[in-house]
């Protein structure tokens, strides 16, 4: 099966400009997304779509393979999609299923993507999934940042909010405090199906992308992880992950 990784960045974050090349222990964050990503024994290739050259030319110098996309991308699903499309016509080889990994998720790991994409290899129903891990404060609960998750007794998704979900306010404070990874493998022809989909509202009134897939009826399953992981939305949550992997060992694989 031809499993390919896409990490879309680009240096226009309004949160965070530049952040794809905030550095971290003297390697891009895009990098170490890439390299890590890369580690994955489920994957064919792994590659960086962007529109800025600046990107492209760390990447190709680094040894990562990288495609250019149009600078026109309000999302990161149709800024995947135009990278997949000219992976397949340059290699020749039609893509299985695509995994997502956003360029703001440095301490990702490759039994992180192995894990997400288990359940497509599994079960042909699955057209997309999500990982999911568990928040350890009430603080990083109610941060808007993060997007939160609650799942069916399947682990389905139900809702996806930047709101504090389920509520702490009725007196029962011990809730399942989860938040979505931005690792999202999937199929081919679903991705391109996604882009094809309306948006809808609850997607726009929560800036989640994934609604669009449960607000039209769908799927997306969820996949918990324990590994410990934090993106990077603001320059504070940089300074986090620089402390939290400075005794990473997976991170020396690829800096030596």
Known sequence: MNIVAIIPARMGSSRFPGKPMADIHGVPMVGHVTFRTAMSPTLTATYVATCDQEIQDYAEGAGLKAV???????????????????????????????????????????????????????????????????????????????????????????????EAVPSRKKGVTDVPMQKQVCIIPFRRDYLLKFNDMQETPLEIIESVDMMR????????????????????????????????????????????
Do not use: W
């Open 68 to 162: 250019m996309t149009g600078d026109h991308h309000v999302r990161c699903t149709t800024r995947t999609a135009e990278a997949l499309l000219k992976i397949e016509a340059t290699t020749g080889k039609r893509v299985d299923i695509v995994v997502m990994v956003q360029g703001d998720e440095p301490m990702v790991t490759p039994d992180m993507i192995d894990a997400a994409i288990a359940p497509m290899l599994a079960d042909p129903a699955v057209n997309v999934t999500n990982l999911m891990a568990r928040m350890e404060t009430v603080e990083e609960f109610e941060d808007p940042n993060e997007v939160k998750v609650v799942v069916d007794l399947n682990s389905d998704a139900l809702y996806f909010s930047r």
């Open 213 to 256: 897939i449960l607000e039209h009826g769908e799927k997306v399953r969820m996949v918990p992880t324990d590994k410990r992981t934090l993106s990077v939305d603001t320059p504070e949550d940089l300074a986090r992950v620089v402390d939290m992997m400075a005794e990473d060992s997976l991170r020396l694989v690829y800096t030596k």
